[in-house]
């Protein structure tokens, strides 16, 4: 082999064992260094944390020494521990009152959460002084159509064309066709009204005629008020949607817990999403509890049904359950009232259906209120909104066409503003 072939072969062999010698040892270097350097860094943070456990030590050392010369002020502070030297063995059992002093306070706050909610509980005014509140502010609203019917009636030997404006009054304040010619009829017959009319004559005459188109020996009490009511006594309300069905429902537990009734709610209106918190709002007004669904949406006899299991566990006196007031259509009206009133019958029967009226919608409204009779079978009319306007016709109509009678009447928005319906009380009060 030449000579100089077998010199390079030498030379690169030299100079690999040389590469590799230098990276092993460049290597062995730099663990070195990173290990060096890991070993400073946790020595820095190992004294850094001892460095805070002592600083942490020592605050809770001043704290500790803090609250015993605190402890040991107000031990001299008292006139009952304030003794000499001795006294020194008692400074640590004194201190044992002194802590528990915040305890005292925590009977106290209990009492002061109980008492809060009671100033809010308001006490509804009685329902014996409500008709007479409304009587007069029935007198004093804007052209009732008694007032109307005594203008013309009042006037000496009356024409056809006044005749014909009594009927027309009548018919514009929603007594209906039938009853308005009945009553022009027995007004015609009247004695007291033909000839030279004596006013006070005219008003006592007008007086009988429509007491007796409105009902004096109806018997307008709530079947919970009745003798031998079941207990719970059950109240369903029902109307469309915007006569003020739940807010009467809210009224409506104000005057029974005015007259000392225990009452609950039942929010089977799931339809509205607004109709539960509203009437929970009335119900916390008077310590009146609700019942309703966690879920917007919930089957409405559902709810019916688990409230009419609480007010029977309970012991309620009435329990009044709210409900929808769409209407989509009849059969589907039908069908769901229908099942509130079954579901709830098996807890409880149910002894009362009443039909929420807005009477400004007048005849307009009649329509509806039969849909609600066939749906459910009502019991009694209560007439919202009866603010003494021309409207004041339509209690007669109404007891006329559905066969029912009024029982409530209101006549304001405030709160109290609903009271059982009396004849003689609404009459005199259109006439005055």
């Known amino acids: 082999m030449d000579t100089n072939v077998i010199i390079a072969i030498v030379a690169v062999v030299v100079i690999a064992a040389l590469l590799a010698i230098g990276g092993w040892w460049f290597g062995k270097s730099r663990k070195s260094a990173v290990s060096k350097s890991t070993e400073a860094a946790k020595a820095k943070a190992d004294a850094r944390l001892a460095a805070e456990a002592a600083a942490a030590k020592a605050d809770a050392s001043e704290s500790a020494e803090s609250e015993s010369t605190e402890t040991k002020s107000s031990e001299s502070e008292s006139p009952v521990e304030n003794k000499p030297a001795p006294a020194e063995p008692a400074v640590t059992e004194p201190a044992k009152p002194v802590e528990t002093k915040p305890v005292e306070t925590v009977p106290a706050e209990p009492e002061a959460a109980e008492n809060v909610p009671v100033p809010a509980i308001e ?8 008709m007479q509140r409304l009587k ?19 006037k000496d030997q009356l024409s056809e064309a006044d005749w014909e404006d009594v009927e027309d009054t009548l018919l514009l304040a929603d007594v209906g066709a039938e009853a308005s010619e009945q009553l022009v009829e027995e007004l015609r017959n009247d004695a007291r009204i033909a000839g030279q009319s004596d ?42 949607n915007g006569t003020g ?36 709002t009335w119900g916390a007004k008077v310590g009146v509890p609700v019942v309703r669904s966690d879920k917007d949406g919930a089957d409405p006899a559902s709810v019916a049904f688990e409230a009419s299991a609480k007010a029977k566990e309970a012991n309620a006196d009435v329990l009044i359950i709210d409900t929808a007031g769409r209407l989509q259509n009849k059969s589907n009206l039908m ?81 109290d503003d609903l009271a059982p319906f009396d004849p003689e009380g609404f009459v005199d009060g259109i006439l005055a």
Do not use: C, H, W, Y
């Open 335 to 415: 069908d769901e009232l229908g099942k509130i009133r079954r579901v709830t019958e098996k807890n409880l029967p149910v002894d009362e259906v009443l039909l929420v009226l807005d009477a400004t919608t007048g005849q307009n409204g009649m329509t509806q209120a039969k849909v609600f009779a066939e749906a459910i079978g009502i019991t009694g009319v209560v007439l919202s909104k009866l603010d003494g306007s021309a409207k004041g016709g339509i209690v007669i109509s109404v007891q006329k066409e559905l066969g029912v009678p009024v029982k409530l009447v209101g006549l304001g928005e405030g709160p």
């Open 245 to 280: 069905k739940t807010t009467t429902a809210g009224k409506l537990s104000r005057l029974l817990v005015s007259e000392g009734k225990q009452v609950m709610l039942g929010a089977a209106d799931t339809f509205r999403a607004a109709a539960a918190d509203q009437l929970e």
């Open 123 to 130: 006490t509804p005014e009685a329902a014996g002084t409500r």
């Open 136 to 154: 007069a502010r029935l007198s004093k609203s804007g052209n009732p159509f008694g007032k109307a019917l005594f203008n013309i009636l009042a």
């Open 199 to 240: 006013p006070a004559e005219v008003r006592a005459a007008l007086k009988d005629k429509l007491l007796k188109l409105v009902g004096t020996d109806v018997d307008r009490r709530l079947n919970a008020d009745k003798e031998g009511a079941n207990k719970p006594s059950v109240i369903i309300m029902v109307g469309v």
